[in-house]
């Protein structure tokens, strides 16, 4: 009898070593699912971030390239210029601008915002007067500045914070 109690607590005590390992490995197996759920998220954040930046950065590049041809039309050629060249790209900058707005972190929403008002500015100039390709060039200047670089900045902050910590990004708390 003593060896059937022996038996017997050995094999509860085998049985609560396997099911403590099994919690265990199913726990820890839980615990990657779980983080490598947190890290696709975080890439498809940041690869989404990338685009919606990039959508933003190239609108306003061509939108700047749109204003120059504005800029030196005569002034008899402003009002077709600026509705066959400049009003679809003002339309895909808005757009880009508004996906910013509602899914990135407030810096680069501040960032992108100051480069919208400066293209703003900067479209006032071009309607104004006819201006030389170097006359331009200098009043671009002055009003763009480095605000597309405060863009790049910005996005490249929060890419790589997404990249530093996955958690990061996955809601604008």
């Given at each position: 009898m003593p060896?059937?109690v022996?038996?017997?607590i050995?094999?509860v005590?085998?049985a609560?070593?396997?099911?403590?390992?099994?919690?265990?490995?199913?726990?820890?197996?839980v615990?990657?699912?779980?983080?490598l759920?947190?890290?696709?998220q975080a890439?498809?954040r940041?690869?989404?971030?990338t685009?919606?930046?990039?959508?933003?950065?190239?609108?306003?590049?061509d939108?700047?390239?749109?204003?120059?041809?504005?800029?030196?039309?005569?002034?008899?050629?402003?009002?077709?210029v600026d509705k066959?060249?400049?009003?679809p790209?003002?339309d895909?900058v808005?757009?880009?601008?508004f996906?910013?707005?509602?899914?990135?972190p407030?810096?680069l929403?501040d960032a992108?915002?100051a480069l919208?008002r400066?293209m703003?500015?900067?479209?006032?100039?071009a309607?104004?007067?006819?201006?030389?390709?170097?006359?331009?060039r200098?009043?671009?200047?002055?009003?763009i500045?480095?605000?597309?670089?405060?863009?790049?900045?910005a996005?490249r902050?929060?890419?790589?914070?997404l990249?530093g910590?996955?958690r990061?990004?996955l809601s604008r708390?």
């Amino acid at each position: 009898m003593p060896f059937d109690v022996v038996a017997l607590i050995t094999a509860v005590a085998s049985a609560v070593i396997a099911a403590g390992a099994a919690v265990w490995t199913s726990l820890r197996q839980v615990g990657s699912e779980r983080e490598l759920l947190l890290l696709t998220q975080a890439e498809q954040r940041r690869q989404g971030l990338t685009s919606r930046s990039s959508a933003f950065l190239s609108a306003t590049q061509d939108g700047v390239l749109r204003l120059r041809d504005l800029a030196i039309a005569e002034m008899a050629d402003k009002d077709d210029v600026d509705k066959e060249l400049v009003w679809p790209t003002v339309d895909r900058v808005n757009t880009a601008l508004f996906a910013i707005k509602v899914n990135e972190p407030d810096d680069l929403v501040d960032a992108a915002n100051a480069l919208d008002r400066a293209m703003v500015t900067l479209a006032k100039a071009a309607r104004e007067r006819v201006y030389t390709i170097d006359e331009w060039r200098q009043k671009r200047s002055e009003i763009i500045g480095l605000t597309p670089e405060r863009v790049v900045d910005a996005a490249r902050r929060q890419a790589e914070l997404l990249q530093g910590d996955p958690r990061r990004g996955l809601s604008r708390e």
